[in-house]
């Protein structure tokens, strides 16, 4: 099986060099790193060179590197399961169009909120100048956002690694799909399996409603002709279904849920033998997006450690805890 090349999502971007650049820790440019040689081995762009590029145009008021925060609104507030709402958000055309990729995600927060209050969201939908997410009500920051009745509110984005192994989602067409996901892992695999459509892939499905309660993307599924699977649990009932299915050769299995269930599903596949490429949402947890705070480093196999908002790897690679 191919191996997925680990890269920056942001590389090469508006957002390249980012703030990390700035401080000599760069994901990716290892010049920018502090050290004396060139080891990137990228055909691209040269990241050093961009940034001495930037620094020459500060008044340069063409583009800005750094996200911007954009002032939206609700247009809908819909409930698909326990304290799990759909929210239809009018906002920026230009915010708009660069969410309209897989992975994308933005930082939300109320106007009349402080900004400690910000937190991470993926975008499910984008049509026009209108996104779709779901936010499920389970810490402090979402569950204050959700009972607040005001219809203003603030989106600081885009942001674009909220799924790893996206690499395996965008190049395969015509492919036999396997898809696992529990409770709000259902909103991030909605637009994964947009694009496994248009790209005429035949995808199977085993979704369970978990702690929302509810599988909210089932009729949706069958709409598009995905083979689906309802099952009550995936513990008791999903994973017995997914050793039979994931014996049919896959070209793709896609974890959309909490690591619990990306690492279950990584046993699953060593047990009986299948190695896959395997793509999984991203749950680490994220206050800034831009790898500064340090909330979403993640130890990898090679004893590095990675800032999960912007780095593209394996899933099989992060040591769990």
Known sequence: MKSLIARCSDINSQ????????TNHCVFCTKLQGTNTCECNWSGICIMYEKHWKEKMKNNKTGSSVRLAYESSVLSKTQV???TYLFEILTDQVLADKLNVI??????RRTNDIESFYFPVGVVKVIDNKISVIVEGIGAKSQRFLSNSDDDLIIKGPYFNGVLGKPWIDNIMDGKILLVAGGIGQAPALPIIKKLMENKNTITAIVAPGKVGNVFIGDLLEKNDVLLHTVTSLRKVGFPKLRELIMENNDVIVSAGPDGQHSAIIRLMNEIGVNIPMVATNNATMCCGEGICGSCHKLIQDNKIVKMCKVQTEYKTIMQD
Do not use: R, T
């Open 81 to 83: 399961g326990a304290q």
């Open 103 to 108: 992975g994308s995600f933005v930082f939300l």
């Open 15 to 22: 957002y390249c060099p980012c703030l990390l650049a700035e």
